[in-house]
């Protein structure tokens, strides 16, 4: 075993402006588990297998512009059709622009893409 430290995971904390919506659609549109949620309504933790995404409440307008022009997370899945198809009710009753659908990228990923409801982009992505 090596003495060096090792970095072992890594976490997205997103902006977002109401707490209990965001949850609310990771949980009921993407199967991800509520697993915390802070009493004042400020904080918030999504997992969904190993990948977990926080979510912290502003009203600065200039944080939830960033959400929704520049933040975007890579999860990577095992299945990718599978869970788009276990995915793909309620992705259908989005608004037009928030969904694609599987396609394959040069770069030998198959992807699907989702925007959250405050405009982050969801990559979700697995090896050709």
């Known amino acids: 075993m090596s003495d060096l430290p090792i970095i072992e995971d890594a976490v997205s904390i997103v902006p977002v402006k109401d707490i209990e919506a965001t949850v609310d659609f990771y949980a009921d549109v993407l199967g991800f588990e509520r697993r915390m949620v802070s009493d004042d309504k400020t904080f918030a933790i999504v997992v969904h297998g190993q990948a977990a995404i926080h979510f912290t409440k502003t009203t600065d307008n200039k944080a939830l512009q960033a959400t ?23 992705l259908d009753l989005l608004p037009k622009g928030r969904v694609r659908a599987p396609f394959n990228q040069p770069y030998g990923m198959r992807e699907f893409h989702v925007k959250d409801s405050d405009g982050c982009l969801l990559l979700f992505g697995e090896n050709i």
């Open 68 to 90: 929704a022009n520049n933040i975007s997370i890579y999860l990577w899945v095992q299945q990718i059709d599978k869970l788009y198809e276990q995915f793909k009710p309620k």
